[in-house]
Structures are given as C-alpha cells and as structure tokens.
C-alpha cells in the first residue's frame, strides 16, 4: 500500500505564492506518477499538474505558467509551487499517486485559500 501526506496549504492574499509538499510512503516502488489535483466546492476534481519519476510534466489549462510540479525520487516527494494565485485557486488540493498495480492513491488534502 502507498500512503501519501500533504502538507503546505494555508491562506495566502491574491497575487501570492504557495508550496505544497506530498511524501509517499509504503509500496514506493509501484508508484510511476504523482501529482495533485484541486476539487472546489461544488466543482469537480480537476488535474492540477502532474509529474512522472522520468520528470514528465503534464498541466491543467488554468495553471500554466503560475504553477510548476518537481519530484525529488531520492524523498518520494512531490512539491507544487504555486504562484501568482487567484481566488479562483482557492481549493482543497489532492496529491495523487498512480501505481503499477491497483487504483490511484489519494491524500487527505489540504486546503488553499487566496484571499484578500
């Protein structure tokens, strides 16, 4: 099994910028892919980026150019440095782990609020 732990969310004013962390444990090994994903209240989850162990990056329409996706595979670690953030990136933010075998893994989340 794969467990995955967010940290880094908060409160932040329009036009600033956050870091978010996620640390995989367990079955490392079987993950090929992490990234996050954002769900608002009363909206779907939606892709924010994500990254494969060879450093591929894959990016939601809204985020490109503000947010960048890193892996440290030494840590098991993905990171997501938002800048520039918008209200409209206010979101609980999933970090997401997809393995060899079995159904994606899923963090808790952690909550992202731009406001002012």
């Known amino acids: 099994q794969v467990q995955l732990v967010e940290s880094g969310g908060g409160l932040v004013q329009p036009g600033g910028s956050l870091r978010l962390s996620c640390a995989a444990s367990g079955s490392i090994f079987s993950i090929y892919t992490m990234g996050w994903y954002r769900q608002a209240p009363g909206e779907q989850r939606e892709l924010v980026a994500d990254?494969?162990?060879?450093?591929?990056?894959k990016y939601g329409d809204s985020v490109k150019g503000r947010f960048t996706i890193s892996i440290d595979n030494a840590k098991n670690t993905v990171y997501l440095q938002m800048n520039s953030l918008k209200p409209e990136d206010t979101a609980v933010y999933y970090c997401?782990?997809?393995?060899?075998?079995?159904?994606?893994?899923w963090g808790p989340g952690t909550q992202v609020t731009v406001s002012s």
């Open positions: 990254i494969t162990r060879g450093g591929s990056t």
């Open positions: 997401n782990a997809k393995t060899l075998v079995g159904a994606p893994k």
